[in-house]
């Protein structure tokens, strides 16, 4: 059972290796953790983007975030974000949702952080 309940609402997605890697943290303490992706944030969804990253930043972000998904942290990509106009292709395991859900998970959350 779990703990307490986080989300987080990432808009950058510079500050993504620093959220993945908080979110670990607290859902190794066994706590429930989900991730909204928005605006710049969503590219990390994007299975391109991943590669770029590992290419260019000699991160290994598909690593980071399938240690995330296999802790059980929930991915959300913003249902209205701009980038599925321009042929976003999801990364497995990751969900499209609207704001609802959001705040139907926030609203819920012991703690709310924005990145």
């Known amino acids: 059972m779990a703990n307490k309940k986080f989300v ?6 510079s500050n993504v290796p620093y ?22 944030g969503a590219r990390v969804l994007d299975k391109r983007y ?3 990253m590992e290419r260019t930043h000699n991160m290994d972000l598909q690593k980071l975030m399938q ?9 959300f990509g913003c249902q209205m974000n701009v980038l599925i ?6 990364v497995e395991g990751a969900e499209l949702s ?3 859900t959001f705040l139907e ?11």
């Open 8 to 13: 987080y609402f990432v808009s950058l997605s």
């Open 98 to 100: 609207g704001v609802a």
């Open 85 to 90: 106009a321009d042929g976003l292709e999801l």
């Open 105 to 115: 998970t926030a609203y819920k959350a012991d703690a709310v952080l924005s990145y």
């Open 67 to 75: 240690q995330a998904m296999d802790q059980g942290i929930k991915f």
């Open 19 to 40: 959220v993945l890697k908080k979110a670990l943290k607290n859902a190794e303490e066994k706590n429930e953790v989900s991730i909204f992706f928005d605006l710049d």
């Open 50 to 52: 991943a590669k770029v």
